[in-house]
């Protein structure tokens, strides 16, 4: 099954930028597909983006298109998520995961507050 670590995360204001990564390890990271989902107070955990194998299919919630970018660097074994124009409502853990498995990384938070 592999594992995931989700370094980064943070405090920023309204309006800023971060760039989440997830580091994966123990297996074939070239041939996945990643996602990143969030969790916020009170909520269920929503999808944000989607990142599949080949570098440039991507996918998108509403709230994450236009703001948000998934990448990928198979060298480096590592998924990004570049979110920009941070919005209070932004404010949650971040999760990985390995697409169709239960590899999930322990999650970062983000809080955005002015």
């Known amino acids: 099954q592999g594992h995931l670590v989700e370094p980064g995360g943070g405090l920023v204001q309204p309006g800023w930028s971060l760039t989440l990564s997830c580091v994966a390890a123990g297996f074939t990271f070239s041939g996945a597909a990643f996602q990143w989902f969030r969790q916020a107070p009170g909520k269920e955990r929503e999808h944000v983006a989607t990142?599949?194998?080949?570098?440039?299919?991507?996918d998108y919630s509403a709230s994450a298109k236009g703001r948000f970018t998934i990448s990928r660097e198979n060298r480096k074994e590592t998924v990004y998520l570049q979110m920009t124009k941070l919005k209070p409502e932004d404010k949650a853990v971040y999760y990985c995961?390995?697409?169709?498995?239960?590899?999930w990384g322990q999650g970062t938070q983000v809080t955005v507050t002015s």
């Open positions: 990142i599949y194998s080949t570098h440039t299919l991507t």
């Open positions: 995961n390995r697409m169709n498995y239960k590899t």
